[in-house]
C-alpha cells in the first residue's frame, strides 16, 4: 500500500530564516505530487504540483520554492520566511492529475 | 475566480440525525466529484467520490449526491455521530488533465 510522510511535524523559525518541508511517497512510482497551504481557518491553497523528476510547476507567485530531486521526494523552500507563511502545509500525491489525491499528515509551520 | 463554492462556512447538527453539507460549481466541463473529511492539525481524508455518469454514490454512512443540471453536490452523513466533526471539502475536476479544485470547507459540529 502507498504511504506519504511529511517532517517536521512542526516547526518554528524566526522571520528571515530558510525553511525546507520535506515530503516522500512509497509504495508507487512517478506519482504527480502536490504542495497546499491552509491557512489558520482558510481553506487549501495549491501551491505547486509535479508530474515528475524536476518538472514543477508553480500556481501563486511568492517566496517559496519546490524541487523534485528524486521520483518520490517533494521538497517546498523559502530562502527568507515572512510572518505570513505560517500555516499548515500539506504534501499530497495522486496516480492521475484528475483524480484522487492522498495526503500527509501535514506540517505546521509558525513563523516568528 | 473559484469554480467550487461551499457556500456555509459552518453546520451544526445533534448526534442521530442527518448532516447535510453542500457544494456547489461553475465549470460545466467537471466529471469527478469528491469529498475529504479533515481533522485539526491532520491531512484530509479521501471519503467519497462521485463521477458524473452517476447520480448518487452511497458508502455506508456516507452518501454523495451529484445534481449536474443544478451543478450542484451534497454529502449526506446518517446517523451524525460526534467523530463526524471535522471540516469537509468538496472537490471537483476533469479527469482529461485538470487538477482537482477544492472548495473552502465546512466545519460540521455534531452535538452529542
Known amino acids: 500500500s502507498q504511504t506519504i510522510h511529511q517532517w517536521p511535524a512542526t516547526l518554528v523559525q524566526p522571520v528571515g530564516s530558510p525553511l525546507s518541508l520535506e515530503c516522500t511517497v512509497e509504495g508507487t512510482s512517478n506519482p504527480n505530487l502536490y504542495w497546499y497551504r491552509q491557512a489558520a481557518g482558510r481553506g487549501l491553497q495549491l501551491l505547486f504540483y509535479?508530474?515528475?523528476?524536476?518538472?514543477i510547476s508553480s500556481e501563486v507567485p511568492q517566496n517559496l520554492s519546490a524541487s523534485r530531486p528524486q521520483d518520490r521526494q517533494f521538497i517546498l523552500s523559502s530562502k527568507k520566511l515572512l510572518l505570513s507563511d505560517s500555516g499548515f502545509y500539506l504534501c499530497a500525491w495522486s496516480v492521475w492529475l484528475g483524480e484522487t489525491q492522498y495526503f500527509g499528515p501535514g506540517t505546521r509551520l509558525l513563523v516568528l | 475566480d473559484q469554480q467550487v463554492k461551499q457556500n456555509s462556512p459552518s453546520l451544526s447538527v445533534q448526534e442521530g440525525r442527518i448532516s447535510i453539507l453542500n457544494c456547489d460549481y461553475t465549470?460545466?466541463?467537471?466529471?469527478?466529484f469528491l469529498w475529504y473529511k479533515k481533522y485539526p492539525a491532520e491531512g484530509p481524508t479521501f471519503l467519497i467520490s462521485?463521477?458524473?455518469?452517476?447520480d448518487k454514490n452511497e458508502d455506508g454512512r456516507f452518501t454523495v449526491f451529484l445534481n449536474k443540471s443544478a451543478k450542484h453536490l451534497s454529502l449526506h452523513i446518517v446517523p451524525s455521530q460526534p467523530g463526524d466533526s471535522a471540516v469537509y471539502f468538496c472537490a471537483a475536476s476533469n479527469r482529461a488533465g485538470n487538477m482537482l479544485t477544492f472548495g473552502g470547507g465546512t466545519r460540521l459540529m455534531v452535538k452529542p
Open positions: 509535479s508530474i515528475g523528476i524536476d518538472q
Open positions: 462521485i463521477s458524473s455518469i452517476k
Open positions: 465549470n460545466s466541463m467537471f466529471d469527478y
